[in-house]
């Protein structure tokens, strides 16, 4: 079992909680640290796929605003630019050189957003299932969807904002010109709190939700850095929203998009009562990796 230490960083506007696993063989065969990346996920979330990868010295971290990692500053949202230049002192801070990436959802547009910058930080990056809408055909639509979920959680709190987030996770293809028409389901049906508690900090509703999915990547960047990138998507996610949006990120840098087992959770081994392919899932990171070295 690896031993895990917990250190904090301070950045700009915020106090950063991250932890390294130090496994038995890490380090024996030369390999960089692996730097496990999500958002508004935090570090619980890579539980499981930090097990899969005992011969190799594993970094997690909760992004600013989330678990451990308080805002300083008192800002209600956070941008890629932001977690970019977090990750940037997080990989500077464990000083051993460039880092190989694995960043999911949130966590791969701010991964991409760091490549962009700092790209001789990372040797690898595999960024699974990014939510940009900003680079889908239906991009137009696909942010005014997007806007209208935070909109709703400012004016009407958690449950009917998360509702409309779920149905967006859900669906397969674009984007409908008249999105707004559709019907909308009660947070009672999902179990979600149908009265309004006032509070108005969710890291995915109100911190990320609007420049997550607002942001565009710099492709001429991206090409130009010397980072290996492998853009991903699960298999079981073909035609949802993060994963049509894998496959844009993907055609403009020229590449292929690489499937992975499972789902956008794919990962997951249980973590907030989900259940993914970690096995399979390890081992498809693992030979993306390989394609990196």
């Known amino acids: 079992m690896p031993e895990i230490e917990t250190r904090t960083l301070d950045a700009v506007g915020a106090t950063l909680g991250y932890d390294i696993r130090s496994g038995t063989n890490a380090g024996a065969a ?118 209208d979920i935070h909109a709703t959680y400012l004016r009407d709190g958690m449950g009917p904002a998360m509702v409309k987030f779920f149905a967006v996770a859900a669906r397969k293809g674009p984007f409908p010109a008249d999105w707004a028409g559709e019907p909308v389901p009660s947070p009672a049906q999902f179990g979600l709190p149908t009265e309004d508690d006032g ?16 942001y565009r990547p710099g492709f001429d960047a991206l090409r130009a850095a010397p980072t290996h990138i492998v853009i991903a998507a699960g298999k079981e996610s073909e035609g949802e929203f ?24 794919g990962f997951l081994g249980g973590e907030y009562g989900q259940q993914g392919a970690p096995a399979e899932f390890a081992e498809a990171l693992r030979e993306a990796l390989r394609t990196g070295e």
């Open 242 to 265: 993060p994963a049509r949006a894998a496959a844009e990120i993907a055609a403009s840098l020229g590449t292929e998009l690489s499937v992975f087992p499972s789902h956008h959770g």
């Open 30 to 147: 030369g390999e960089p640290a692996l730097l496990l990346v999500g958002s508004p996920m935090d570090a619980t979330g890579f539980a499981t796929l930090a097990s899969y990868f005992t011969d190799r010295t594993v970094v997690t971290y909760d992004p600013r605003g989330v678990g451990r990692s308080r805002r300083t500053d008192g800002a209600p949202e956070n941008t890629p630019e932001e977690h970019a230049d977090d990750l940037r002192r997080l990989i500077e801070a464990l000083g051993t050189g460039p880092v190989d990436v694995f960043a999911s959802s949130g966590g791969a547009v701010n991964a991409l957003a760091l490549v962009e910058r700092h790209g001789p930080l990372v040797r690898t990056l595999v960024a699974h299932e990014p939510p940009t809408a900003d680079v889908l055909p239906d991009r137009k639509v696909a942010l005014e969807v997007c806007a």
């Open 199 to 214: 509070s108005r900090d969710d890291p995915l509703l109100g911190q990320n939700m609007r420049a997550c999915t607002g």
